[in-house]
């Protein structure tokens, strides 16, 4: 039996094109904490597909967000750690995560080599490699904000981190036990996100309030069936084409 709960509202934004200005996102943030929303997720990319043509790099703008808001969760969604340099993101993190006063979420993942991001850039692109390089880099990451570097990070015991996998694979399933929390993408409704819920459980994942079981919803969609199912956070996204006035109307509706 699912214990249903009222899981917490996010806006889940690429900051793509019309998005690629970190002082509109900056702005946008705020408009959403007054609003209500409790929290405020960027995509993390260097390139994307066509028809993206800006992109914006979503660490400077979680920090033009993070002095722009109080209360809102932040974070980016998702980093591929095999493309980053491990000891570089444990500085950005901590900082950020000083700058925000604690509200950082870290969400990690594999990465996609869908988008032109990896292979033109000489990134490992075998999917086996990086989930290799992305356990690899969680240790050290958390080893570095355990105390070899100083400031250590102002949330404790660390940094929460979600990890993200994509339906129906259960191996990133597995992996997000050891962890804070579990994004899993294009899942195909709550029915799927409960049967995660049970598997997660049979893992040995905390209970709620203690693991994030993460969803995202199109605008407008009911946040019972998935909240029964388990979620935690409901995060209302846009997709890769985001409209600043679809966006903005989202923002002034609230997460009711």
């Given at each position: 039996m699912v214990i249903s709960v009222s899981a917490k509202r996010g806006l889940f934004v690429a900051p793509f094109d019309e998005l690629a200005d970190p002082r509109t996102l900056a702005k946008l943030a705020g408009e959403a904490e007054a609003h209500?929303?409790?929290?405020?997720?960027?995509?993390?990319?260097?390139?994307?597909?066509?028809?993206?043509?800006?992109?914006?790099?979503?660490?400077?703008?979680?920090?033009?967000?993070?002095?722009?808001?109080?209360?809102?969760?932040?974070?980016?969604?998702?980093?591929?750690?095999?493309?980053?340099?491990?000891?570089k993101l444990a500085r950005e993190t901590v900082t950020l995560d000083l700058l925000s006063g604690g509200r950082l979420t870290l969400g990690v993942g594999l990465g996609s080599?869908?988008?032109?991001?990896?292979e033109p850039f000489?990134?490992?692109?075998?999917?086996?490699?990086?989930?290799?390089?992305?356990?690899?880099?969680?240790?050290?990451l958390?080893?570095?904000?355990?105390?070899?570097?100083?400031?250590?990070?102002?949330?404790?015991?660390?940094?929460?981190?979600?990890?993200?996998?994509?339906?129906?694979?259960?191996?990133?399933?597995?992996?997000?036990a050891r962890w804070d929390?579990?994004?899993?993408?294009d899942l195909p409704g709550p029915e799927a996100l409960a049967e995660f819920a049970a598997?997660?459980?049979?893992?040995?994942?905390?209970?709620?309030?203690?693991?994030?079981?993460?969803?995202?919803?199109?605008?407008g969609d009911d946040p019972r069936p998935w909240e029964e199912a388990g979620a935690t956070w409901l995060l209302?996204?846009?997709?890769?084409?985001?409209?600043?006035?679809?966006?903005r109307a989202a923002v002034e509706a609230g997460p009711a």
């Open positions: 209500g929303w409790d929290g405020f997720f960027l995509w993390d990319h260097v390139n994307y597909r066509a028809p993206t043509r800006a992109v914006a790099d979503p660490w400077v703008a979680l920090s033009a967000i993070a002095v722009a808001t109080e209360t809102l969760r932040i974070g980016p969604l998702v980093t591929p750690l095999s493309r980053r340099r491990v000891q080599d869908r988008n032109g991001e990896l000489g990134e490992v692109t075998d999917p086996v490699e990086r989930a290799r390089l992305l356990d690899e880099g969680l240790e050290t958390t080893d570095l904000w355990g105390g070899r570097f100083e400031p250590v990070p102002l949330q404790q015991p660390r940094i929460p981190v979600w990890v993200a996998g994509r339906w129906p694979k259960r191996r990133p399933l597995r992996r997000a929390g579990f994004f899993p993408i598997e997660l459980r049979d893992e040995g994942a905390g209970p709620a309030g203690n693991f994030d079981l993460v969803a995202e919803t199109p605008t209302t996204d846009f997709g890769p084409t985001p409209r600043l006035d679809e966006i």
